[in-house]
């Protein structure tokens, strides 16, 4: 019997929610909005503020995948009402493939110089392609594309392809499969490795993503249709440059881009555990002006700003600006009362914790580990965990376990938070 003969317990399809299709979780029905390489217009950015007054809960939550969703929706036909708003201004282009539109890139490509190119008329033509591939609706939502200008941060995360502007290699799960190609082509070769992928899956729904597959890498390359242009090096053992995603770095070693202003006027705007309120998003909107924005996989969101005076707006209202705070590098599922699986209200215990982490705990944890980034998670299914090394804090029922390089302890979140303050002090 062949490996992928294999019985699995998963369900044939996956149940990423999206626009169309909402999940129904325990406070309400939750929609997601793609947003390919986290590109988003100012005026799009208004209605997704006024949709989230109306409709949800008042806010909008950032994925790591650089999306955005609503939540607390309260029947289908508020879903059909969303659905309907974003249409029209251009942030459901498809209803075949708005699930499989799950293309990260480079959050400050093009706006300043560390990148080898500016990847965003690449992002812009991947999901055009992406969309006008009838067989590639057959995606699992999770699949996830990459486009690396060459700094090595949304190459980090994960994707199950990727290509990365310095090398100009196609990656497969984190494996060099020696095909390189310039970024005239590097968008046909993503498709063809995305035909490939299903291939070599079959009819086998139920594997989702390319790590999936026994082999992945190696079998999607050898079944893959690459154009002429292609050129095919050896291969390298050495996996996708990986780092501990995380905003605000203070080593600024992570791939994340920190928050706080940069050279050129570029602004990165960090939020509390993911959330934007609607008048926060109507100030950044207003505050963007006619420039599009860009959300990104580390929950925050890039801007070009013209003066100090709009770090101190968007300080005033809540937002993250200091690469020093706190809330930088915390993250946390949607806990109770959201989730019914969830055996914490983990947003309110992040909360506190944050109010004492710099008094208590400060020496449970070694120093290199406080130093990664912090996700708390009401239950064993660590919904939303980041890329790479983390702390976990896992809610059990009657407290909470740290896990941490390598080790397991009973803990609060207030442990990892308050070595993270004294690693920071």
């Known amino acids: 019997m062949s490996a992928l003969a294999t019985p699995s317990p998963r369900p044939p399809e996956d149940r990423c929610p999206g626009a169309l299709r909402a999940h129904r979780a325990a406070d309400g029905l939750l929609v997601r909005v793609r947003l390919p390489g986290g590109q988003l217009r100012p005026g799009q950015l208004r209605v997704l503020a006024d949709l989230a007054r109306i409709e949800s809960d008042g806010a909008l939550e950032l994925t790591s995948r650089a999306n955005l969703q609503l939540r607390r929706l309260a029947d289908d036909a508020s879903v059909r009402r969303v659905a309907d708003r974003i249409a029209e201004v251009g942030l459901l282009p498809t209803a075949t493939h708005e699930r499989v539109r799950n293309l990260l890139a480079s959050p400050l490509s093009g706006r300043d110089r560390a990148g080898r190119l500016d990847v965003r008329p690449m992002v812009r033509d991947l999901d055009a392609a992406l969309r006008g591939a009838a067989d590639l609706a057959s995606l699992s939502g999770r699949f996830l594309f990459a486009l690396d200008d060459g700094r090595h941060d949304v190459a980090a995360l994960g994707p199950d392809l990727c290509w990365t502007g310095d090398s100009q290699v196609l990656w497969l799960a984190g494996t060099d499969t020696g095909l390189r190609t310039g970024p005239e082509d590097a968008v046909e070769l993503l498709i063809a490795a995305?035909?490939?992928?299903?291939?070599?899956?079959?009819?086998?729904?139920?594997?989702?993503?390319?790590?999936?597959?026994?082999?992945?890498?190696?079998?999607?390359?050898?079944?893959?249709?690459?154009?002429?242009?292609?050129?095919?090096?050896?291969?390298?053992?050495?996996?996708?440059?990986?780092?501990?995603?995380?905003?605000?770095?203070?080593?600024?070693?992570?791939?994340?881009?920190?928050?706080?202003?940069?050279?050129?006027?570029?602004?990165?705007?960090?939020?509390?555990?993911?959330?934007?309120?609607?008048?926060?998003?109507?100030?950044?909107?207003?505050?963007?002006?006619?420039?599009?924005?860009?959300?990104?996989?580390?929950?925050?969101?890039?801007?070009?700003?013209?003066?100090?005076?709009?770090?101190?707006?968007?300080?005033?209202?809540?937002l993250l600006v200091d690469p020093a705070s706190p809330w930088l590098g915390v993250t946390a599922c949607t806990g109770r009362p959201g989730c019914a699986s969830a055996l914490a209200d983990v947003r309110r215990d992040v909360t506190e914790a944050l109010a004492d982490a710099g008094t208590a705990g400060g020496a449970a944890l070694p120093a290199h580990v406080a130093a990664l980034p912090v996700h708390v998670v009401g239950c064993e299914r660590g919904c939303g965990r980041p890329a790479g090394p983390a702390v976990l804090a896992v809610a059990t029922g009657t407290g909470y376990r740290i896990e941490a390089g390598g080790t397991s302890r009973p803990g609060t979140p207030a442990t990892a938070l308050a070595a993270r303050a004294e690693r920071q002090k």
Do not use: C, K, M, Y
Request: no cysteine; charged share 20%; proline share 10%.
């Open 194 to 318: 995305a035909r490939a992928f299903l291939r070599v899956r079959g009819d086998r729904r139920d594997l989702w993503r390319l790590a999936d597959l026994p082999d992945g890498p190696a079998r999607v390359t050898a079944a893959l249709d690459r154009p002429a242009s292609t050129a095919l090096d050896r291969p390298t053992s050495v996996a996708a440059p990986t780092g501990p995603s995380r905003v605000g770095s203070p080593s600024g070693s992570a791939p994340a881009p920190a928050v706080g202003l940069h050279p050129g006027g570029v602004l990165v705007v960090g939020t509390r555990l993911g959330r934007l309120t609607a008048d926060q998003a109507e100030l950044l909107a207003d505050l963007a002006g006619t420039d599009e924005i860009v959300v990104t996989p580390w929950r925050s969101l890039v801007l070009d700003t013209e003066g100090p005076d709009i770090v101190g707006r968007l300080a005033t209202a809540g």
